[in-house]
């Protein structure tokens, strides 16, 4: 059944925006110290089905997940994405995906440590203290409108620091939602408004999920 704001809560949004500066309004670059001098971002992964196609393996960590195989269209726009975001959030030199994808495998033989000792090399060969790489492990886009949606937007991804020193993954985290009316979920009430009070794109929701996963990357560079 199609998804509608009701009578109440469009007239909540009205209210809530009028008290505001403004709908959708553009986030603050944080300019947040970096955990390193220079960070190097690869390009998103595609999580690998599983033989008996009951989810789908981390290519980064060797980790199934539930999941599935995603286009290359999401993997493209959740790398497009990345630069800036981290730019958003974070100041120091950074490496682009597209200098990085030159230096990584085409199709790499084994999931986990060989795949994030490679990415690791390829932060080296540019220079980098650290890799910031991601995988996608779902991403399916709204269908319907801004006001109304057959189904919502839904991604999931992972994002991990790799150090190019040790080859180790030194800080992991994890974004996973579907998105979800104010009048169902009224914890989150706080994003609904920021990301605008409406139903978000898959490339919207994705956009808003790397800058709130990000913000949990500390200015430090972790422990191993």
């Given amino acids: 059944m199609t998804r509608r704001l ?26 947040r110290p970096c955990p390193v001098e220079t960070l190097a971002l690869a390009p998103f992964q ?37 630069p800036l975001a981290v730019e958003d959030i974070f100041s120091c030199a950074i490496v682009p995906p597209n200098r990085l994808a030159g230096h990584l ?13 490679a990415i690791a090399q390829a932060g080296r060969a540019a220079q980098a203290q650290a890799v910031l790489v991601g995988t996608v492990f779902r991403y399916r886009d709204r269908q319907g409108t801004n006001l ?15 150090d190019t020193r040790t080859n180790r993954i030194v800080w992991r985290a994890m974004f996973d939602e579907t998105q979800r009316s104010l009048s169902e979920n009224l914890l989150k009430a706080g994003a609904f408004f920021e990301r605008g009070g409406r139903w978000l794109t898959g490339a919207e929701l994705a956009r808003a999920g790397l800058r709130e996963t990000l913000t949990r990357l500390p200015s430090q560079m972790p422990e191993e």
Avoid at 59 to 67: M, N, S, W
Avoid at 107 to 116: A, D, F, H, I
Avoid at 148 to 158: I, L, N
């Fill in 148 to 162: 109304s949606v057959q189904s919502a937007a839904s991604v999931a991804f992972g994002l991990y620091l790799i």
């Fill in 46 to 82: 595609a999580a690998k089905e599983t033989p008996d196609k009951q989810g789908v393996v981390c290519p980064v960590t060797g980790e199934l997940f539930l999941g599935e195989v995603v286009s290359d269209a999401a993997l493209a726009e959740l790398t497009a994405q990345l």
């Fill in 105 to 117: 495998p085409v199709e790499p033989s084994r999931p986990g440590p060989q795949v994030s000792q």
């Fill in 6 to 31: 009701r009578p109440w809560l469009a007239l909540l949004l009205v209210l809530v925006l009028v008290g505001c500066t403004g709908p959708a309004q553009q986030p603050t670059k944080l300019g």
